[in-house]
């Protein structure tokens, strides 16, 4: 399965609050590199500023505009509006002095910090820029991506965005670079959205919410991920064993535990059942950080050299 999602270049990690979207990107893309791809690690943030728990899963000193190089084959970049206006500016004006000079004009920056949407035109606008560098030798720079997607609304916006602005501006450069953005993003060859939930009702009602919208805007719903599943130990015929025992002897700790596994199973079935696209599921580890990014990744991959044939090794 993650042999298909390894052949995109975008991997869009998306889903409600706190269910471990920034882990996940964080274990998809170390997965990636360690399997010897070069892929940049991309976070698209409500806020530009302040810390970026992205870069610390994965030890990124440097988190800004400039995509940094983390590791061999892995880079971090932290998309930014600003950086984006800059880039269409620069299609739209004749020159790239004109576009700094532009952007150094206070309303116009004004103008483009204010609407959401502008805002997260310039984040587009950067990420696919980045998507379409070529070397020398018609290689991309960045063959894939991983993007940590905002829980907000914000997500899926950046997906409804192009269809307004080509409403309004659906000539010129940058109603053309628009207009490829969003063939970019609705074409399952090169996208693939990642919905990840915990398996849980409540979240898998909001997936499911999360799952119709991008159907809606017709982009690519790849694989859902139900991370952190508790571990179940137990068979069917155990499982009811223990089922009537607890039942016998009142409440207990146990109780507690086999009703969520249970909850977890009924997710699960839930889901499968839902949606078109295959399942995941990610255990959940008694490490956080950078640990469970790489034990994570691990599951994901084995590292290059354990996945070369034994008689190609030194
Ligand atoms: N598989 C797992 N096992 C154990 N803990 C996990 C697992 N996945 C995530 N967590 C923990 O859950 C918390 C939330 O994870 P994370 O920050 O990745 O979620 P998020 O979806 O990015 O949140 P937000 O919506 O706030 O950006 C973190 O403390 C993280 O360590
Ligand atoms: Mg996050």
Redesign the pocket.
């Known amino acids: 399965m993650l042999e298909a999602l390894w052949e995109r270049r975008a991997l869009l990690v998306s889903?409600?609050?706190?269910?471990?979207?920034?882990?996940?990107a964080a274990a998809l893309a170390v997965a990636a590199a360690r399997s010897g791809r070069t892929v940049l690690l991309a976070e698209l943030a409500p806020e530009e500023e302040g810390p970026s728990?992205l870069a610390r899963?994965v030890g990124a000193r440097e988190a800004g505009p400039r995509v940094t190089r983390v590791r061999p084959g892995l880079h971090f970049v932290r998309l930014s509006a600003a950086e984006g206006h800059r880039r269409f500016l620069e299609r739209a004006l004749p020159a790239r002095w004109l576009a700094d000079a532009a952007l150094r004009t206070r309303a116009l920056r004004r103008f483009l910090e204010a609407g959401p949407a502008l805002r997260e035109m310039g984040l587009m606008y950067q990420m696919l820029a980045l998507l379409r560098l070529t070397r020398p030798d018609g290689r991309f720079v960045h063959p894939l991506a991983v993007v940590?997607l905002?829980?907000t609304g914000h997500a899926l916006a950046l997906a409804a965005l192009p269809q307004r602005v080509l409403s309004l501006m659906p000539g010129g450069p940058i109603g053309r670079d628009v207009r490829e953005g969003l063939d970019f993003l609705q074409d399952p060859a090169r996208t693939a959205v990642v919905l990840?939930s915990l398996p849980e009702p409540l979240p898998v009602s909001e997936a499911l919410t999360v799952a119709a919208e991008l159907r809606r805007l017709e982009l690519p719903l790849s694989v859902a991920v139900l991370?952190?599943m508790p571990e179940d130990p137990f068979t069917p015929e155990s499982r009811a064993a223990l089922r009537r025992l607890l039942a016998a002897h009142g409440p207990h700790q146990g109780s507690h535990a086999l009703a969520r596994i249970e909850r977890a199973r009924a997710a699960s079935a839930r889901l499968s059942r839902a949606l078109r696209a295959p399942l995941l599921t990610?255990?959940?580890?008694?490490?956080?950080?950078p640990a469970?990014v790489d034990a994570?990744a691990a599951g994901f991959a084995p590292r290059a050299e354990e996945a070369l044939p034994r008689e190609a090794l030194p």
């Open positions: 889903g409600k609050g706190g269910v471990g979207k920034t882990t996940l728990p899963r940590d905002p829980a990840t991370n952190r990610l255990p959940e580890l008694p490490v956080t950080g469970l994570l």
